[in-house]
């Protein structure tokens, strides 16, 4: 099992980045999916998940509106399409994949077994 993110990188206030999670080494249509963001200093948080079938998304609060998650099962590919960005959401992108299978979706990172190596995004003001 293998998760890879990439799409990071540094962008002005107001931009737009998409992030992507490349899956692989199970059926990944079985599972949800979630990022979660580490902030210099901070602890890593929850930023959206989504159903296995693309379903049923959330979102923390502090990126309603903004992040759109996706994802595409042919291609076995996560995405976090991020809008109007802040200095903020500068962090650590992780993707993550939980051990089992569920209908919904997992907010708490301790439901969350495999983890892909992180995608830095830095927002300037």
């Known amino acids: 099992v293998q998760l890879q993110a990439s799409g990071g990188g540094l962008v002005q206030a107001g931009g737009s980045l998409r992030l992507s999670c490349a899956a692989s080494?199970?059926?990944?249509?079985?599972?949800?999916m979630a990022w979660f963001r580490q902030a210099p200093g901070k602890e890593r948080e929850f930023v959206a998940a989504?159903?296995?079938?693309?379903?049923?998304?959330d979102y923390a609060d502090s990126v309603k509106g903004r992040f759109i998650i996706s994802r595409d099962n042919a291609k076995n590919m996560v995405y976090l399409q991020m809008s109007s960005l802040q200095p903020e959401d500068t962090a650590v992108y992780y993707c993550?994949?939980?051990?089992?299978?569920?209908?919904?979706?997992?907010?708490?990172?301790?439901?969350?077994?495999?983890w892909g190596q992180g995608t830095l995004v830095t927002v300037s003001s």
């Open positions: 989504i159903s296995r079938r693309g379903g049923t998304t």
């Open positions: 993550a994949a939980p051990p089992r299978t569920y209908t919904g979706i997992f907010y708490q990172e301790a439901e969350y077994d495999y």
């Open positions: 080494g199970r059926t990944w249509s079985n599972y949800g």
